[in-house]
């Protein structure tokens, strides 16, 4: 497909409208109502997100995670080793950027905010429940860092698997975790045709929220 091709693909939104009447008080509350909606259609993986991050001198980098809960529906939990690329960014600079698209729906939600570290009770309860095999997978690789090829991962594992052989769950790996990204700005997308698009935007502001419509 040529440049001209690819510059004349494109689609008219026009499935729902998105008022300030239609969203709740509370953004993550909000947020819920939609992440229901987007599993209730059978979306291709509705708790997909891409989260992005940044290195001390600016450098961002982004990649896709899944959604993993909502604690006391005012956070946003994921999980990740904590030596990869990712999480040694959230320790230079512990902001990051969520952006959950779902185009079945013609949505799209933005959220930005201050990440911590998930209790470790929490880390270890879910790691715990994670199939044998994922379990394994999170020993085995050195997130984020060079390998000479994919049998000394598979080697790693092997090894890992006779090793815990008689345990069933696995311990946590200390360096394997959850984060929790506490929001303080989340923009509701919704698809209009003429490209004059829906957006409503939440920002933090006391121990509320703030609610304000951004032209597309």
Known sequence: MNDSQLADLRKTYSQRTLAETDVLPDAVQQFRQWLDEAIAAKLDEPTALTLSTADAAGQPSSRVVLLKGLPDDAGFLFYTNYDSRKGRELAERPLAALNFFWPGL????????????????????????????????????????????????????????ERFANQDPLPRPENWGGYILRPHRVEFWQGRPSRLHDRIVYERAGHGWQRSRLAP
């Not at 790691?127 to 991962?153: C, D, K, N, T």
Request: charge should be negative; aromatic fraction near 6%; proline fraction near 5%.
């Open 106 to 161: 013609e949505r799209q939600v933005r959220v930005e905010g201050r990440v911590e570290k998930a209790p470790a009770e929490v880390s270890t309860e879910y790691f715990q429940s994670r199939p044998r095999g994922s379990q394994l997978g999170a020993w085995a690789s050195p997130q984020s860092q060079v390998i000479s090829s994919r049998e000394e991962l598979e080697a790693r594992e092997h090894e890992l698997a």
